[in-house]
T-cell receptor, first 109, second 116 residues
Framework: KQEVTQIPAALSVPEGENLVLNCSFT??????LQWFRQDPGKGLTSLLLIQSSQREQTSGRLNASLDKSSGRSTLYIAASQPGDSATYLC????????FGQGTELSVKP | GAGVSQSPRYKVAKRGQDVALRCDPISGHVSLFWYQQALGQGPEFLTYFQNEAQLDKSGLPSDRFFAERPEGSVSTLKIQRTQQEDSAVYLC??????????????FGPGTRLTVL
């Protein structure tokens, strides 16, 4: 059974810092891994999808890496902004999306 | 075009009542998913449809939960005889292709269910 762990559970940084969110998963038999953002009271917004054959994906200030063999993914956010404040969820997809508990990010102006 | 929409956005039910939650996926999307998200947790898979066929219902927590998508578009999640532990946000997602487990999923805003 896939288990997903995200570290840290919460993170508070000053505006402008670069930061890394970590995700680990126990079952490496996955099709892809997705990173989502969730704002309070809202649904999930897909940020990046990394296919199992890929090592990383980039979108603007976001870069996600995937090491399937070690069961790890990281989300790198460059030059953080207050608008980045949200909960970030990773979800490896084997038969279905299995979510971690998320990292709650707060970027202070 | 419009994204995934869900209604109602908030629902309060007394214990023992039946509720019905609606999901309107993105037009033309073949795959549709339901998730349950408890407070402070990540979403948990409930069920998956490919068009009108319910291909996976392994995540439904009990036989009180029932989902349907009769015409392959709008879906309804029904919970009978609600219990307090059913209180959660119910999220719906859709994806374009029939390879539901490998495509990007687009989520609706969710329905927050509170059972008193």
């Amino acid at each position: 059974k896939q288990e997903v762990t995200q570290i840290p559970a919460a993170l508070s940084v000053p505006e402008g810092e670069n930061l890394v969110l970590n995700c680990s998963f126990t079952d490496s038999a996955i099709y892809n891994l997705q990173w989502f953002r969730q704002d309070p009271g809202k649904g999930l917004t897909s940020l990046l999808l990394i296919q199992s054959s890929q090592r990383e994906q980039t979108s603007g200030r976001l870069n996600a890496s995937l090491d399937k063999s070690s069961g790890r993914s990281t989300l790198y956010i460059a030059a953080s902004q207050p608008g980045d404040s949200a909960t970030y969820l990773c979800a490896p997809q084997g038969g279905k999306l299995i979510f971690g508990q998320g990292t709650e990010l707060s970027v202070k102006p | 075009g419009a994204g995934v929409s869900q209604s109602p956005r908030y629902k309060v039910a007394k214990r023992g009542q039946d509720v019905a939650l609606r999901c309107d996926p993105i037009s033309g999307h073949v795959s549709l998913f339901w998730y349950q998200q408890a407070l402070g947790q990540g979403p948990e898979f409930l069920t998956y449809f490919q068009n009108e066929a319910q291909l996976d219902k392994s995540g439904l927590p009990s036989d009180r939960f029932f989902a349907e998508r009769p015409e392959g578009s709008v879906s309804t999640l029904k919970i009978q005889r609600t219990q307090q532990e059913d209180s959660a946000v119910y999220l719906c997602a859709s994806s374009l292709g029939g390879r539901g487990y490998t495509d990007t999923q687009y989520f609706g805003p969710g329905t927050r269910l509170t059972v008193l």
